[in-house]
C-alpha cells in the first residue's frame, strides 16, 4: 500500500497531539500502574496513507483523517466486555510485591479492595473486563474472575471499589482521590497503562514525532463493528516495539481494539480489546453501590500509608517513570534522555553514585535477588561492568559505577548508549 501525496506530519499536527486531548476528557479512563508503557507512547509520528480496500468493505481514508476521527470522537456512553493480554516478560507481581515492598500488597493491614493493589493484577496475564460509561462523572470497571468479581465505581464524587471474592470495599471522595493519585486520573488508581482500547490509543498517538510511520491497512469487524486497521510502526531501528495495530470504529471513531507488537516477533506485548460493545446509555444501577451486610469497608485516608509503601509494576524496572521524559528528549534531575522516538534511552545517576545492591549486603530480601538474577546478563564495555535486565518491552542496564540505561531497547542499544556516555 503506497502512501498518498501528502506532505509528512509530525509532532506539532494537532490531529496526532492537541485532538486525543479532547477525546480523554471524553472517555471513561481506566488506569493501573505500569509506567513502561510510557516508554512507547513517547514516539509516535504520522505518515499519511489511504486505506487498502478489506472485509468489510469501508471507503477509503487517510490515517491523518482517521487520526482526526479518533480524536473528535464525542461518544460518552457505552458498555461492554474487555479482554485484555498483558506479556512483558515480567514474573506475576502478586508474588513479588512483597518481596520489594513487605507490608505493601497483599500485606498486613493493606486492603484486598484497595485499587492501588488490584489494578496491578493487570499488568501481565490474561483478564475479562467488563467496563460502562456515562460520561466524564461516571464509569465502572469489573476485573472478572471464574469465582469472584473486582469492581471499581466511579460516581459523581464518589468511587467505591468492591472485592467479592475477600468481602472488602475501598471508599474515597473525589477531592481524596486527588490527593493520593492526582486529579488527572478522576478517580484513585495511579496513572499508567489504561485499560480501554481508547485510552491505550490516545497514549500512544499524543506523544506524536517524526520517527514513526502511521499507515490505514486494510478493516477488520471487532465485536460486530467495522473498523478501519491504523498501524503504527517505528522508523528506527533497535527499538523491542515492532508496531502497534489500532482497530477504530468506522462509524464514531472509537478504537475497539489496541494491540502492540514485538520487533522481534511473537506474542503482543498488549493486545486489548472489546469481545462485546454497546453504544447505548447504561442502566443508572450500574452506577451505584452500597457495601453487603458486614463488609470491611477501608477509607482513603486510612490507605494513605499503605500506598506510600506499595510498588506498582514502574518500580520493579529501574528507571520507568524517568524514562517517559523521553518525548521531546528533556531532561531532569538526575536524569538525562539520550536519543529520541523509538530508540529514546534515559540515563539515570543513582543517589550516592551506588550500584545494584545485593544480597550479600543485606539490602535485597532473597526472594527479590533471585528476580534480579534471573532477568539480568552480566556485559561489559568502554563504561566498565554492568548488568542487563531484560523484560519483553523495556531493558535496563545498571553499571556498577551507579549508573542505569533504560528504554523499550535492545540489550545492545543500551551498551552503545553506556559506551558513548563515557
Known amino acids: 500500500m503506497a502512501p498518498n501525496d501528502s506532505a509528512e506530519t509530525n509532532g506539532g499536527t494537532d490531529g496526532g ?77 502478586g508474588g513479588l510485591a512483597e518481596s520489594f515492598a513487605p507490608g505493601g500488597a497483599g500485606g498486613k493491614g493493606g486492603s484486598s479492595a484497595d485499587p492501588q493493589e488490584r489494578m496491578t493484577e493487570l499488568a501481565s496475564g490474561t483478564h475479562t473486563l467488563r467496563v460502562a460509561a456515562d460520561g466524564p462523572d461516571k464509569q465502572r470497571l469489573s476485573i472478572l474472575d471464574d469465582t469472584s468479581e473486582y469492581s471499581l465505581i466511579h460516581n459523581g464524587d464518589q468511587v467505591w471499589a468492591y472485592d467479592s471474592k475477600s468481602d472488602q470495599a ?92 514485538p520487533s522481534s516477533g511473537g506474542k503482543a506485548f498488549v493486545d486489548a480489546g472489546f469481545t462485546k460493545v454497546d453504544f447505548s446509555k447504561p442502566a443508572a444501577s450500574s452506577f451505584t453501590f452500597t457495601p453487603p451486610k458486614g463488609t470491611e469497608v477501608t477509607e482513603a485516608d486510612d490507605a494513605k500509608a499503605e500506598h506510600k509503601a506499595g510498588k506498582g509494576l514502574g518500580d520493579l524496572i529501574p528507571g520507568a517513570d524517568a524514562a517517559q521524559l523521553g518525548a521531546g528528549g528533556k531532561s531532569a534531575g538526575n536524569t538525562k534522555i539520550i536519543g529520541e522516538g523509538w530508540s529514546t534511552i534515559a540515563e539515570i545517576t543513582t543517589p550516592g553514585g551506588t550500584g545494584i545492591p545485593s544480597k550479600a549486603s543485606g539490602d535485597v530480601p532473597a526472594e527479590a535477588q533471585q528476580f534480579l538474577d534471573a532477568l539480568g546478563d552480566k556485559v561489559t564495555g568502554k563504561f566498565g561492568s554492568g548488568t542487563v535486565f531484560k523484560t519483553r518491552l523495556v531493558n535496563a542496564l545498571m553499571t556498577d559505577d551507579g549508573k542505569v540505561y533504560v528504554g523499550a531497547v535492545t540489550k545492545d542499544a543500551l551498551v552503545k548508549a553506556a559506551n558513548s556516555a563515557s
Do not use: C, W
Open 17 to 93: 497531539t492537541r485532538g486525543p486531548a479532547v477525546g480523554r476528557r471524553k472517555a471513561a479512563r481506566y488506569i493501573v500502574p505500569v509506567a513502561v508503557a510510557g516508554v512507547a507512547a513517547a514516539t509516535i509520528g504520522l505518515v499519511p496513507a489511504l486505506a487498502s480496500s478489506g472485509d468489510p468493505d469501508l471507503p477509503k481514508i487517510s490515517a491523518q483523517k482517521l487520526i482526526e476521527k479518533i480524536a473528535a470522537s464525542d461518544t460518552e456512553q457505552l458498555s461492554g466486555t474487555v479482554r485484555i493480554s498483558t506479556d512483558l516478560g515480567i514474573p506475576s507481581l
Open 170 to 261: 475501598y471508599h474515597a471522595t473525589e477531592d481524596r482521590a486527588g490527593k493520593d493519585a492526582g486529579k488527572k486520573s478522576g478517580h484513585p488508581v495511579p496513572e499508567g497503562v489504561p485499560t480501554t482500547p481508547k485510552a491505550l490509543a490516545e497514549q500512544v498517538l499524543k506523544a506524536a514525532g517524526p520517527t514513526t510511520s502511521v499507515t490505514v491497512d486494510g478493516t477488520a469487524q471487532v465485536a460486530g463493528r467495522d473498523a478501519y486497521k491504523l498501524v503504527v510502526k517505528p522508523k528506527q531501528s533497535g527499538s523491542t516495539i515492532g508496531s502497534v495495530v489500532v482497530a477504530v470504529d468506522a462509524e464514531n471513531g472509537v478504537p475497539l481494539k489496541f494491540t502492540m507488537l
